[in-house]
T-cell receptor
Framework: KQEVTQIPAALSVPEGENLVLNCSFTDSAIYNLQWFRQDPGKGLTSLLLIQSSQREQTSGRLNASLDKSSGRSTLYIAASQPGDSATYLC????????????FGTGTRLLVSP | ETGVTQTPRHLVMGMTNKKSLKCEQHLGHNAMYWYKQSAKKPLELMFVYSLEERVENNSVPSRFSPECPNSSHLFLHLHTLQPEDSALYLC??????????????FGPGTRLLVL
């Protein structure tokens, strides 16, 4: 059974810092991995999607990497801003059966001005 | 605006009540999903509908009953819920589940409290 873990559970940093969020998964048989952002009281917004054959994806100040063989992904946020404060969720899409998304518990990020 | 709306946004109900959650998507998608997000737990997939047919029921208790009358609307009917059912219920939609690369678009969720 695929399990996704995110560390740390919560993170508080001053504005301007570069930071790394970690995601690990137990079964490397994945089709892709996705990072989402969730703001309080709102749904999820997709940030980056990495196919299993890719090593990284970049969007603006965000960079996500994937090491499928070791079951790890990182989300790098450069020059953090207060508007980056949110919960960040990692999800893997299974490569078998229904190919559903399996989510981690998230990292709650607070960026202080 | 994600194109996926959910009503109500907040709901308080007693264990003997019957209520329904509604989801509507304006994206032309043909697959819709219900997820449950409990405190300190990962999102759990509950149901999936593709082309208005249920294709996934993730061992959800029968007190939750989904309905998909057309590809734009999805309901979750609730009856005799338990306090542990209190959670954020998220709806999502995507293109046909036959395409592996489709992205799911999420609604804002309904915050449910069962007393």
């Amino acid at each position: 059974k695929q399990e996704v873990t995110q560390i740390p559970a919560a993170l508080s940093v001053p504005e301007g810092e570069n930071l790394v969020l970690n995601c690990s998964f137990t079964d490397s048989a994945i089709y892709n991995l996705q990072w989402f952002r969730q703001d309080p009281g709102k749904g999820l917004t997709s940030l980056l999607l990495i196919q299993s054959s890719q090593r990284e994806q970049t969007s603006g100040r965000l960079n996500a990497s994937l090491d499928k063989s070791s079951g790890r992904s990182t989300l790098y946020i450069a020059a953090s801003q207060p508007g980056d404060s949110a919960t960040y969720l990692c999800a893997v899409r299974l490569n078998t059966g229904f190919q559903k998304l399996v989510f981690g518990t998230g990292t709650r990020l607070l960026v202080s001005p | 605006e994600t194109g996926v709306t959910q009503t109500p946004r907040h709901l308080v109900m007693g264990m003997t009540n019957k209520k329904s959650l509604k989801c509507e998507q304006h994206l032309g998608h043909n697959a819709m999903y219900w997820y449950k997000q409990s405190a300190k737990k990962p999102l759990e997939l509950m149901f999936v509908y593709s082309l208005e047919e249920r294709v996934e029921n993730n061992s959800v208790p029968s007190r939750f009953s989904p309905e998909c009358p057309n590809s734009s609307h999805l309901f979750l009917h609730l009856h005799t819920l338990q306090p542990e059912d209190s959670a954020l219920y998220l709806c999502a939609s995507s293109r046909s589940t036959g395409q592996l690369q489709e992205t799911q678009y999420f609604g804002p969720g309904t915050r449910l409290l069962v007393l």
